[in-house]
């Protein structure tokens, strides 16, 4: 007799034998009882979990002889579920849809399904990889779902429900298969081991059941595959090695090393497992899966039910956890899951996956955004700038000056336009210091550092700006020159906008924005400047707002007051 593998020595006989798919056994005995059987169902999930198996012990359960009507399980003894079982039933027929899946077969079906079962209860069609359909055969189906015989019955069992059309779907009674939990499936494996002597401790249990990834079926096969390997003993170092694994010791280096930002000692970890024949997609799936449950022991503790791992990874994981905070973790994860997408149509996949991990170390040192503007000297005041600031290089601006993070109370008062220069709060005792403009700069003692700046490298530039105007208003300084309308299209041209920029911002020691305008200087010819709409001001004065235009030089462009009626 030859050898039958586990998968099939163990395959379900009853529905009390299924696991992890109490909500469809549970619905289909209570039909049986009932005698509320459909004429057609769909059973649809994951591979490997029991569609086919359980469409199988539906027709032995519609069909058996024992009780002489359907019984909620059936008895497996009497010819039609022996039969059933041997896939060699009369009036139970199971087709490859993958490979009969044109309209002619969907038609001799059709013309099968008007005559009356040979010697059983039903005729029973059970379609596997019903997806691979084509909508011409469907719709040829269509009429006979719709208006069944009352001796035929459907099950069409499928990956993809989403790809059968909805008018089949909404004929059939559709029950979504869950995935097997993991304790389920280290318990099945343990049953099955003592039951075949088979001795393995429960860290290689653990490993093949998370190498099914859910599928009770992959599990078996790869019980299988390492009984043939390993014999009667299996260890986890022996089940590592056949599935591939990366040891959790060994990620946990990894995250080590990212905690002690080494880059050297990441890549010459990977360089080891790489060497070793590592596959780098396989590598930073690895990690993937790693710091997903390193995230999941962060959030809900090293015992969380979240985890379906073996105990020592979940110390291993737990210990990852205490090294970082959520929002690194939640970081790394996203960076390896965008690793490993692009592995999958990378040529150079080992340079890539360093890369990859180099983000991880690099990660930390950034800060997050919130942190930057909430940023202020340690006495809590904004350093005021001198009155007269001295010429800085174009190279190098001088500094910019910190600006306090005021208390909501004070960020309030300075929406409201209130407070002076310095206001003192009651409430909390701290000064909240109002940066402005150097008096200093203003007028021609702006314009002439600027045009200090600007000599030597950019002569004729300055010599163009010598008899305009400056002027400072708001964050901002406004140009007027009397020029020439040839001339001052020079002046407007980007890449002189962003020297004078950098120059005028080198002088004030902050980002400033240069606007030049036309019309007379000194003269009454230019136009009066628009005011400032209240939401503008208010959001100029915003300290988060201000925050933002001093550290990265950034500029009002809309401002959007939700707290405006609409007209």
Known sequence: MSYQVLARKYRPQRFADVIGQEHVTRTLQNAIAQQRVAHGYIFSGHRGIGKTTIARILAMALNCRSAGHPVAEPCG?????????????VDVIEIDAASNRGIDEIRELREAARYQPARDRYKIWILDEAHQITDAAFNALLKTLEEPPGHVIFMMATTQPEDIPQTIRSRCQHFSFHAVRFEEIVGQLRAIAEHESIQADDSALAMLAEAGDGSMRDA????????????????AELVRGL?????????????????ENSSERVLRLADKLVTEGQNPAHLARQMVRFLRNAVMAKVGGADSPLLQISADERARVARVAEKFSEEDLTRFLQIMLRTHSELSYKQEQRFHLELGLLKLVHAQRLLPIEELLSQAPAGGRVPTPPATPSRAPASAPAPRPE?????????????KGGGSKAEMSAESGSTVAVSEAPS???GGDLAGRVLQELEGKYGMLAHHLEQAEWKVEGTGVVVRTAASTKMLGMLLVPAAC????????????????????GGAANGNSSPAPVPARPGRSRASEDPVVRRMREKFGAEIRTVIDHKEKPR
Do not use: F, H, M, W
């Open 77 to 89: 003894v009497c010819d039609s579920c022996v039969e059933i079982r041997e896939s060699r039933a």
């Open 220 to 235: 078996l096969s790869i019980l299988d595959q390492a009984i043939a390997c390993c014999g009667t003993t299996l260890t």
């Open 243 to 259: 599935v591939g694994a990366v040891p959790a010791e060994t990620l946990e280096e990894i995250l080590e090393a990212v905690a």
């Open 403 to 415: 600006v306090s993070r005021p208390s909501p109370l004070e960020a309030d008062r300075a929406r």
């Open 440 to 442: 200093a700069a203003a």
């Open 498 to 517: 962003k020297i004078i920029n950098a120059a005028a911002s080198a002088v004030l020691g902050r980002p400033v924005k240069v606007q030049v305008v």
